[in-house]
Structure formats: C-alpha cells, structure tokens
C-alpha cells in the first residue's frame, strides 16, 4: 500500500469516529477524505479570528481549540473548547459568512480542514456527500442552537415558561402573496419558477394578527412556518423575565428545530407583527428537507441560512450579558 | 436611508471616526456595508460638544450637501476637533427625483434655542397623508422652526413638544420617554390613516450630556406586493454599539479601551471598522439611554414596545 492511500485510510477510519458523520456510507466518507487536507498547529496558533472570512470547517483529530468572543472594552469571553471528533466553523462554511468567534489551538492539535471551494465543487455536482453533509451540518447546527439557547434560559433563572401555542388549524387561511413579491425577497432568489411553485405549494398560507403564539418553549412544534409578511419574536419567558433571541422577518422560517432533531422546541414564537405565514405541516417539511428535487435543494438551503442567521442572533445576547459582568 | 454617529463620553477624535478607520462615517457614505442598494450621497451634518469651546452648552454645528469625502473644510476640522459628545449623519434619499436635497433637509436637526438635537435613519412611509395629522401635537412655537420637507424634521418637533420645556435642557429619562410618547402618537396616527408599510425610525437624539437612540420600525416587515423598496428595507434597518473607556487607535485596530466603569458609548448605524468584533448589535424594537455622571456615564437599553 502506498503511504497516500495509507493516509486516506486513516482519514476515512478518523472520520468515521466523528459524531457529525455517524453512519455515513464508506463511499460518502472516502469523497470527504479526499477532500480534506491534514494540518497540524502548535498551542496558541489561532486558527481564525472572529470576523474573519470562513474559508474552512475544521475537524478536530487530535488536540484542542478553544472558542473565544472578543467584546466591546477589552474584554473576551470563552464560548467553548472542543476535542477529538469535534467540529467547527462548520456554520461559515455554509453561509460563507464571517467567523462569528475567534478559534485558537490550546494543545497541539491535528485537523482535517475542509475548504469551502472545495465543498462548493461538491454542492455544485449535486454530489450526494454534500447534501448528506449539509443535512448533518442542520443538525449540529440545531444542536449548537440548542446549547446556546439553553444557556441564555439558564441566565433568566427559574418561572413559568412559555404561553400555550395556537393550534394551526385555528390560524386563518389567506391566499398566497403575489408571485413578483415572493420573486423579491432575498430568501428566494436561488428558486427556478418551478421549485419556486412546489415550495409555495407544499402548504397552507395563513395569517395572524400581532401577539398571538405560534410556537411554544418545551412543547414539540407541529410545523415550520417561513414569514411572508410581518415580523415573528423568538423568544425565551421565564416568569416575568425574558430574552429575545431572533426576529424573523420577509423570507425567514421559524419552528422547524422540532422538526429536525425531534425534540421540543428550545424558544417560544409569537407574531411581533400581524403576520402573513407559509405554513408547512412536518410532512410537508420532511419530503422538502430529506427530498433529491431541485425545491427540496433549495429549501434545504433557505433552512441553514436560517440557522446560521438564528445562531449569530443567539450570541449577541450572550456578549451583551458578558459585556455588561 | 441614513448613515449615523452619536457619542457620548471622553474626547474623541473626530477625524478618526469621520474619515480614518476602515468603515468611517464617511465611508458609509460611498460604501456602506449593511445597505443593500443605497448610497447616502445627499449631504452631512453635525453637532459636537466641546466644554473647551466659547460657550460650551452650544455645540459646534455643520451642514454642507457636498460630499464629504471631498469637504477639505470638514476634513480640516474634524483633524482639529475632539468633542465629548456629537451626532453626525449622512443623509441617503431614494433616487427620485421628487426627493429635494438641501441644506434645510440635513440632519441633525437644532432648532434656534433648543438644547436638543436630533437626526433619523428611516423613514415614515406615505408620510404627505400624515403629516397634517401632527399639526395638534406640535407646539406652534416650534412648528414655525420647520423649514425643511423631511418626515424627520417633524418628527423632531414633535419629540420636543413632548418636553416639559421644549426649550430646556431634559435629562435622559424625559428625553427617553419624550420619544416614546412621540412614536406612540406617529402609531396613533399611521393607524387613523390606515398606513401599516414597513417604516424604520432609527433616532439619535442628545443635549450634550444625555443620549438616547432607538432601533424602531413601525409595521416591520410589512409591504405591499407592488412595494418597489422592498429589497432595500429587508433587513431590520441595523444600529451598533461599542462601550468602554476611550475609542482610539490601538495596535489591532481602533477600539474602546478597558474600563472598568464606562466612560465612552459610541453609536453607529453600521461598526466604524470592518472587523465588528467590537461592536454590539442593539436589539431590534429598543432603546439605549446614556447620560454623563461624575464617574463616566450610565447607559441601559430596554424594550421599546409602543
């Protein structure tokens, strides 16, 4: 055996240890192999720095990274370390966004770094690894939300939580906005007409006047909706206190968390705003999320945009709490 | 759409903020890097406070439709002054040609004897419909001070009329509920006209020793199918903070110096530097307030559910 194929072994075998990539096919993980490159950093080599341009994902081999946000004043504050098996900056990658913390090795470690034009090749092949990538990536994605979120709601303390959700079936129906409209907002410039149409099809549109819950903490939601018009609150109630954690607005989706990983939704959603509503019900949202159209490739692109667009508005909370210890 | 400044604290080096870091004021004027489609190419105004100056309750005021980037009298000033509180502003107006670029319609707006100045990043839309609607709420001595065609300048009249003493010099409190009471009446009235577009109103206001700003948009989100703004409005219209000793140029960049207790809030509709690493978002639907104490100043943000 050659020492390169040797190598892409030890990556394939590595890669199946990582959680993120847990019953990948061995073809799946062998592409991703191909792909990486190995790096290996001395402690204090800062991998990026926060605002940084996202030119990679890091998956950790061996070592550790500690995960840091600069704040207002001087003043810094650890977000989290991570070890063998773990992954950052997968979020970027993405979205090709701006690092949102700054990544720095705290013990010598050994990477496997995926670039994101080489990801971009892959998503432009419709390479079945990065759909299967970006389907896992919007689960720890979810998870990393999850995280964030718990610990704001940890930072209100103990009291009674979030307000019973409205059922869907009480929402109002309405018909669909218009098409030239829908063609405008930012979130929809990627769709062709027809996956356009099956995406606007997929379910029911509804209204729903200001201050009404869509979504509530704790309890499963029952679909994913994208806002159309108006403005939807995300956030968490303790008691009398609470925090807000996104405003979703034209072209943004709230409540598909449940949806995706199972569990009950970490935040409680109400109208800000009266609000025009894409309702998608879980099967309507489980043929789009898991589908191989060119609608269901889309979507699953406006979902991770949400996503990183609700794990940056959950950290600005946390700096703001930090900011002001 | 706008491009604005306010600052409350320690002297700051006006030309820094103006013209030399990465995303200066005057950069956002020509290459803003949080507006989709807009440029703010319809003039710059500006009130500073220096307590070194003749008359240090007076600020320092200036307001040229030139573009400031090419203002060396601007350039030249700002290279010589260091005010411990100021709001500057470029102006953005959409490309039409109904749109009247003067020197009456700059921000921020002074009326003659009034210790408030104010300036607007947003817009009231169909704001014609409305406008006479205000007339009953805006002390007639401060209505004849109107001079412009700006929605913002009757905006300010209002916010003064809401003043004890519309003349007087109110503490961040008042002002504080001076301008909720206001956008209360501006929902009031928008409701009576049935106008519910999306309609930002982003306000700095100050009298040199107390600072508020709010992140506000009546109806967010909302805009009729035929609305040709629409891409540009999208994104809740942004505001940012940095908050700490003193904002000058260090060895990674400008930024605010560690305090322990905050002697400096600077404001911005987008971070003065590329890298926001700095810099704070104010939540949406908010309000900060700031005033000068003996030990620096005191600044909170709350909700601004009106």
Same mark, same amino acid.
């Given at each position: 055996m050659s020492e390169g194929a040797s190598a892409s072994d030890d990556a394939i075998n590595f890669l199946a240890t990582v959680p993120l990539l847990d019953g990948m096919p061995e073809a799946e993980l062998a592409e991703l192999a191909r792909i990486t490159r190995r790096r290996e950093l001395p402690a204090g080599e800062v991998l990026w720095r926060q605002g940084d341009e996202a030119k990679a994902m890091a998956l950790i081999v061996d070592g550790r990274v500690s995960v840091s946000l600069r704040l207002p004043g001087d003043r810094t504050v650890q977000i989290s370390t991570m070890g063998r098996g773990e992954v950052l900056g997968e979020i970027p990658l993405l979205d090709g966004g701006l690092h949102s913390a700054k990544a720095s090795v705290v013990e010598p470690a050994t990477l496997l770094l995926l670039a994101r034009a080489d990801f971009a090749a892959l998503v432009s092949r419709r390479h079945p690894t990065a759909f299967a990538l970006k389907r896992r990536i919007a689960g720890v994605a979810c998870a990393r939300l999850r995280l964030q979120l718990a610990g704001l709601a940890a930072s209100l303390g103990d009291g009674a939580g979030a307000p019973v959700a409205e059922a869907n079936a009480a929402?109002? =129906?309405?018909?669909?906005?218009? =098409? %030239?409209?829908?063609?405008?907002? %930012?979130?929809?410039? %990627?769709?062709? =007409?027809? %996956?356009?149409?099956g995406f606007l099809t997929a379910g029911r549109f509804a209204r729903c006047p200001a201050g009404r819950t869509l979504v509530a903490e704790g309890a499963p939601s029952t679909a994913c909706y994208v806002v159309m018009n108006g403005a939807v609150e995300k956030v968490i109630i303790r008691g009398d206190r609470r925090i807000r954690v996104g405003l979703a607005g034209p072209g943004h989706a709230f409540g598909y968390e449940s949806l995706i990983d199972g569990d009950p939704s970490p935040v409680t959603a109400f109208t800000r705003e009266r609000t025009l509503l894409l309702v998608l019900p879980q099967d309507a949202f489980e043929r789009l999320f898991h589908g191989e159209t060119t609608g269901s490739h889309v979507f699953l692109d406006v979902i991770h945009r949400d996503l990183m667009v609700a794990l940056r508005e959950a950290l600005r909370p946390h700096a703001r709490l930090a900011a002001s210890v | 759409? @706008?491009?604005?400044? *306010?600052?409350?604290?320690? &002297?700051?080096?006006?030309?820094?903020? !103006?013209y030399q870091t990465d995303s200066s004021l005057v950069r956002q004027s020509y290459s803003p890097r949080m507006m989709a489609t807009f440029l703010n190419l319809a003039g710059f105004g500006m009130v500073a406070w220096d307590p070194r100056s003749a008359q240090p309750e007076d600020p320092f005021t200036y307001r040229a439709? #030139? !573009? &400031?980037?090419?203002?060396? +009298? !601007?350039? +030249?000033? *700002?290279?010589?002054? *260091? &005010? #411990? @509180?100021?709001? *500057?502003h470029v102006r953005g107006v959409s490309h039409d040609a109904k749109e009247i670029v003067s020197e009456s319609n700059l921000h921020p707006f002074r009326f003659p004897g009034a210790r408030v100045a104010m300036a607007h990043n947003g817009h009231l839309r169909e704001f014609a419909r409305m406008r006479y609607d205000l007339v009953p709420y805006i002390r007639p001595e401060l209505a004849q001070r109107i001079e412009g065609t700006t929605d913002s300048e009757w905006v300010y009249a209002l916010v003064l009329s809401q003043l004890e003493d519309p003349f007087g010099l109110p503490e961040a409190r008042e002002l504080a509920d001076a301008t909720a009471s206001s956008l209360r009446l501006l929902r009031e009235i928008r409701a009576r006209h049935g106008i519910d577009t999306s309609s930002p109103v982003n306000l700095s206001l100050t009298t040199g020793e107390a600072l508020v700003a709010t992140r506000f948009s009546f109806d967010y989100g909302w805009y009729p199918d035929e609305d040709t703004l629409l891409e540009t409005d999208l994104p809740y219209v942004s505001l940012w903070y940095t908050v700490g000793g003193e904002y000058m140029e260090r060895a990674d960049g400008p930024a605010m110096t560690a305090s322990d207790d905050p002697r400096s809030l600077l404001i911005a509709s987008e971070p003065l530097t590329v890298d926001t690493s700095t810099w704070l978002e104010v939540p949406e639907y908010s309000m900060i307030t700031a005033a000068r104490t003996p030990e620096g100043i005191e600044f909170e943000t709350r909700d601004l559910d009106v």
């Open positions: 929402l109002e =129906s309405s018909g669909p906005p218009d =098409s %030239a409209y829908v063609q405008r907002l %930012a979130t929809f410039h %990627a769709f062709d =007409s027809l %996956a356009l149409w | 759409m @706008c491009r604005v400044l *306010a600052y409350l604290g320690e &002297p700051i080096a006006l030309g820094h903020v !103006l439709t #030139t !573009l &400031p980037t090419f203002d060396r +009298n !601007l350039r +030249n000033l *700002a290279g010589k002054l *260091a &005010p #411990t @509180c100021m709001i *500057a």
